[in-house]
């Protein structure tokens, strides 16, 4: 199963969703999201949020395309993107990815960037335009070679321990590093596939073209 979460994001950062059109895929509205969605033709099966970056009309136009809206009060603990994935964390989704969570507001990046590292059992990513970002636990993992030509790793945790790069045109051999470092900003896949390893921490990778690839 797969599900697609739509948060309400700028529009100039998301991708076309016209090559998801065709597949079986959940699609669930986050606040602003749900319009988002439905102005593309697509009818999310659940959404969620307190809808405070709507109108009045907006809202009422949402609540009459949809059967399943859990509206919330804008004064709660948790963001909407939170809740959404405290449901979808529910589903056992073989992927899951979430569009309409860059751009705007940092302290939202930064919080959906962290959401990856509560949830990060699950096979969780946050698209855009531009980039791929997910969060990984220790292990042995692979990379294809694709459009996004620049890989990069970031520590999440305080230490990073035994990064092994293979395939990459910067290779790394056991290299250990701390929260702050940019050894491993920029790299690039130098063949087909590549592998990354790791035995200690938590990292996050994030596949990244430049803007004017982007359309």
């Known amino acids: 199963m797969l599900i697609h979460i739509v948060g309400g994001g700028p529009k100039e950062f998301l991708p076309s969703f016209q090559p998801y059109k065709q597949q ?16 593309a033709g697509i009818r999310p099966t659940k959404a969620f949020g307190d809808f405070d970056s709507i109108s009045k009309q907006e809202l009422e136009y949402i609540q009459t395309m949809l059967k399943d809206l859990d509206i919330w009060p804008s ?13 979808v964390a529910e589903q ?6 979430i ?7 940092i302290d939202h990046l930064l919080g959906n960037i962290q959401l990856l ?31 996004h030509h620049y890989i990069s790793f970031i520590p999440i945790s305080y230490e990073v321990k035994g990064i092994t790069l293979k395939g990459f045109k910067y290779p790394l051999e ?37 803007l004017e690839e982007a359309f």
């Open 24 to 39: 079986e895929i959940q699609w669930i509205g986050v606040d602003r999201g749900v319009l988002t969605l439905l102005q």
């Open 174 to 210: 056991n290299c250990h590093i701390q929260l702050g470092s940019t050894l491993c900003i920029s790299n690039e896949l130098i063949q087909s596939f590549g592998t990354f390893s790791f035995s200690e921490g938590i990292l996050m990778m994030v596949r990244s073209k430049d």
């Open 99 to 105: 569009f309409g969570a860059t751009g705007g507001r």
């Open 117 to 147: 590292a509560k949830y990060i059992a699950q096979p969780i990513e946050i698209v855009d335009k531009q980039n791929v970002v997910t969060i990984h636990l220790p292990g042995t993992y692979s990379v294809e070679k694709d459009r």
């Open 75 to 87: 004064e709660k603990d948790k963001t909407d993107m939170e809740i959404a994935l405290d449901w």
């Open 92 to 97: 056992q989704a073989d992927r899951i990815r």
